[in-house]
């Protein structure tokens, strides 16, 4: 390791590899590219709202002229944004207005995190410039902490922008009265474009812009690319969003710090430590930079806190989880095989000590009557026909997994994944003595892995070999979940297909979990 690389990781390590530094270690290790400049609309990507608290939450904006250009078309200056909130969708009757800066380094993108708000109603808001103004976005404050109302909310994610039309995100936005929408990852895909009907992992429906990202400027394309899909922005412009992000927004199957490109015996030639820490670095940047999350999100070079828990009254309150960042490195090799014993490890981790403490100490202080954990990764058991099981779950941490669903008895648990690109719906047992404490609403991707099917081919055999998981859709679309006092619902929507624009919207399964009895139950 050379002397340049050996300072890029101590920065990382530090928590520097950000801003104007961070942009100067990526010089050391990529070549640099001119700044296009381009005037115009700077509202070209949309606008968007999330992590509602009972008075406010956080608006967003990104400044983009020129959005596939190297900075979105932006001069490298500050740029003052204004922006209101009014009680009505025309902006006659304004609450609240203010300034934010666009700054270069944050890819001119604004953040403005609210407060002052009345809890459990709707507002309506926009930025403008001195010679342009934004969409107008809806949004919505959490209820407030003594609320015993329903609460309602979509579970999504796994939006392969090359995979279909996320024609799903359209029928999203016109869902009512939605108190939240949780992504739960794979917002990009890092992949390099290919040629529409080209070869590779996928249908190519349409191209990504560009090489594989691995710089800053590279994540933010692609971003921009995704953000300009009006069924995506229709969804943003509609509802406050929750989002956490998985392995697409960096590298596939990444964990802590670890690429997957790891010298293994699935990819022999190893990416340096340090390249891959600027790689993260730049992604973490630039999933806030695009994501309407609040500032205690703001990554320092590869340190992000994206764990966070929000209360939605006496109903709910939500978990949001990270399962990559603080994650051991998947045993065995990875992909999905036989168990070696390295799955047995007592003290392996997903979620890391600080996050899995901060969850037992939030979920014993819990009020609401709905504990729900928004993730990533499959936490049902899955044993295949062949008994092999995917490393990249939380089967691969089985001990972790036991931790994990101690803390959940008897608190009327409910778990979101994505991850798969199908929808589950799963049974949680502890072990050994195979008692439900909770329960798995699995969401099936956006787009990923094209328009799907009715059921996979090995469905009905894994359901067979593994009587917890009670439901399966290989269809594509979200889940709607609405929280009552007694019960929890997921009711699966779905399009029959993606590969062409315009799919109507079908519901494919509904269950309810009931407070006091864990457990998937047909409604």
């Known amino acids: 390791m050379d002397s340049a690389a050996r300072q890029v990781l101590a920065l990382a390590r530090r928590g520097l590899l950000r801003g104007a530094t961070g942009l100067s270690a990526l010089a050391v290790l990529q070549p640099s590219c001119a700044r296009s400049q381009a005037p115009g609309n700077p509202f070209t990507l949309g606008l968007a709202s999330g992590d509602p608290w009972p008075d406010g939450m956080v608006i967003w904006t990104r400044l983009a002229p020129d959005p596939m250009a190297t900075g979105g078309g ?33 890819g ?56 279909g039309y996320f024609t799903a995100w359209r029928h999203a936005a016109l869902e009512e009265e939605i108190d939240f929408v949780f992504h739960y990852g794979d917002y990009i895909y890092e992949y390099a474009g290919r040629p529409v009907g080209g070869r590779g992992w996928g249908p190519a429906v349409r191209s990504h812009h560009g090489g594989e990202a691995t710089t800053l400027e590279d994540y ?153 954990l928004g993730q990533q990764i499959f936490v049902a058991p899955r044993i295949f026909p062949n008994g092999a099981r995917s490393m990249d779950s939380w089967d691969g941490y089985p001990s972790a997994r036991a931790r994990l669903l101690d803390m959940l008895a008897g608190r009327n648990a409910v778990i979101l994944t994505g991850d798969v690109h199908r929808a589950w719906a799963n049974d949680l047992q502890a072990q050994p003595e195979g008692r439900v404490v909770a329960v798995e609403f699995v969401g099936t991707s956006i787009t990923s892995e094209g328009d799907g099917s009715e059921a996979q081919p090995t469905a009905a055999a894994a359901m067979s070999l593994n009587p917890h998981l009670k439901f399966h859709s290989n269809r594509r679309g979200y889940t709607l979940q609405v929280a009552r006092a007694d019960r929890l619902e997921a009711i699966y929507r779905a399009v029959p297909y993606v590969q062409q624009a315009g799919a109507p919207r079908e519901d494919r399964g509904h269950f309810v979990t009931l407070a006091g009895q864990p457990g998937v139950v047909p409604a």
Do not use: K
């Not at 001069?75 to 700054?103: F, H, I, K, Q, Y």
């Not at 808001?125 to 010679?131: E, L, V």
């Not at 940047?285 to 205690?296: C, D, H, K, L, M």
């Open 108 to 163: 001119h993108s604004v953040h403005v995190e609210l407060t002052g708000l009345e809890p459990g109603r709707t507002y309506f808001y926009r930025f403008y410039t001195a010679r342009h103004a934004s969409s107008i976005g809806r949004t919505r404050t959490a209820p407030a902490a003594g609320s015993e109302a329903p609460v309602r909310f979509l579970n999504a994610g796994c939006q392969n922008y090359e995979h």
């Open 220 to 372: 933010r394309a692609r971003y921009a690319q995704y953000r300009l899909d009006p069924d995506l922005a229709a969804a943003h412009a509609a509802h406050p969003f929750i989002c956490t992000y998985d392995d697409h927004e960096v590298e596939n199957n990444w964990v802590s710090l670890i690429s997957q490109r790891d010298g293994g015996r699935r990819f022999p030639v190893a990416t340096p430590p340090e390249v891959f820490a600027l790689r993260a670095a730049a992604a973490f940047q630039a999933w806030y930079e695009n994501s309407p999350v609040r500032a205690a999100a703001l990554p320092r070079g590869t340190d992000i806190t994206a764990f966070r828990r929000l209360r939605f009254g006496r109903t709910l309150d939500f978990h949001a989880l990270d399962t990559r960042r603080f994650r051991d490195d998947q045993p065995c090799g990875d992909g999905v095989v036989l168990p070696c014993e390295a799955v047995a490890r007592p003290e392996a981790q997903v979620l890391g000590a600080a996050q899995e403490s901060w969850l037992r100490d939030g979920l014993a202080r819990g009020q609401a009557r709905w504990q729900v």
């Open 74 to 106: 932006m001069e490298a200056a500050p740029v003052e944004v204004s922006w209101e909130v009014a009680g009505d969708s025309r902006m006659a009757r304004v609450l609240r207005r203010g300034t934010a800066t666009a700054r270069p380094e944050a």
